[in-house]
């Protein structure tokens, strides 16, 4: 996969480098590009923004360098026998970001990000690639970051993990909360690991069993008592029918009853402690 950033803070970037990601560029599963806007600045002061139209605070992303060192970052890219990109816009008012979209990205073979300061970029380059390829723009959470540097490092992640032979384990992928698929979307519930006893805090006994059906059982019922706590949203939205038996007793243990629409609620005074 080709990854392409322009920003105008190059060294926001220098987290590609290390861990997950760096290793998978060293292996050369993933070739990333980290482009400076200001390079496609032509005035003394490298301007890339400007005062908006129609009034009000802040300052707005100019076309120009952005337009140049697209079209720049795109002929490379073509040149190099890259193919099929998308833009990527990171922005606290695109659509959610969710693992869903992060499987969706992983498919594509070319991600080109337009992480913007100030009050965003000037609506007509969105329109503008948009003519020639998809363009998602992305909010990785409810709250309003200084710049889309540190959502593109977020995004990448979680796109590269997915990659055939990134994580080393593609079992791995099927467990992740929030992995698409016809399962209940539970939280993962807590993990251990040895010794067995630290300052004085043992390890649920059941796993230490051998027994793989009994770990199962508790496992599942722990991202029931997790998610319930945590995300009722997730259990509200879930379809009864996602539930077998032993999953309707920890839900009902829980506080939660099947409705008519064929969902579960829970009575507002079953909240966990
Ligand atoms: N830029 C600023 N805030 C953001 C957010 N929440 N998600 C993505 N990009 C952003």
New binding site residues.
């Given amino acids: 996969m080709r990854l392409d950033v322009v920003t105008i803070f190059p060294e926001y970037l220098e987290p590609l480098n290390v861990s997950l990601v760096g290793k998978a560029r060293a292996r050369g599963q993933l070739d990333v590009h980290v482009h400076d806007l200001r390079e496609w600045t032509y005035d003394r002061h490298n301007t890339v923004d400007d005062t908006p139209y129609g009034g009000g605070p802040g300052m707005v992303m100019k076309t120009e360098p952005w337009g140049e060192a697209l079209d720049s970052a795109l002929a490379d890219g073509y040149e190099a026998g890259a193919r099929g990109p998308v833009m990527v816009v990171?922005?606290?008012s695109?659509r959610p970001f969710t693992q869903e979209l992060a499987v969706e990205l992983s498919e594509r073979p070319w991600l080109i990000f337009t992480p913007a300061r100030y009050e965003g970029i000037d609506r007509r380059v969105m329109d503008e690639y948009a003519t020639r390829m998809p363009v998602y723009e992305?909010?990785?959470?409810d709250?309003?970051?200084a710049?889309?540097e540190a959502?593109v490092l977020v995004v990448t992640e979680a796109v590269a993990r997915l990659l055939p032979g990134v994580l080393g384990n593609a079992e791995s992928h099927r467990d992740d909360s929030f992995a698409p698929g016809e399962m209940a979307n539970l939280l993962e519930g807590p993990v251990y690991t040895k010794p067995p006893l630290w300052r004085g805090r043992d390890i649920p006994e059941v796993l230490l069993s051998g027994h793989h059906g009994k770990i199962a059982r508790w496992r599942r019922d722990e991202a029931f008592r997790r998610t319930a706590r945590n995300r009722p949203d997730l259990i509200e939205r879930c379809e009864a029918a996602a539930f077998d038996k032993k999953d309707r007793e920890i839900l009902s243990i829980l506080g939660w009853k099947p409705s008519e629409d064929g969902r579960f609620w829970r009575r507002p005074q079953a909240v966990e402690e």
């Fill in positions: 990171p922005t606290p695109g992305v909010s990785i959470g709250y309003v970051l710049g889309g959502a």
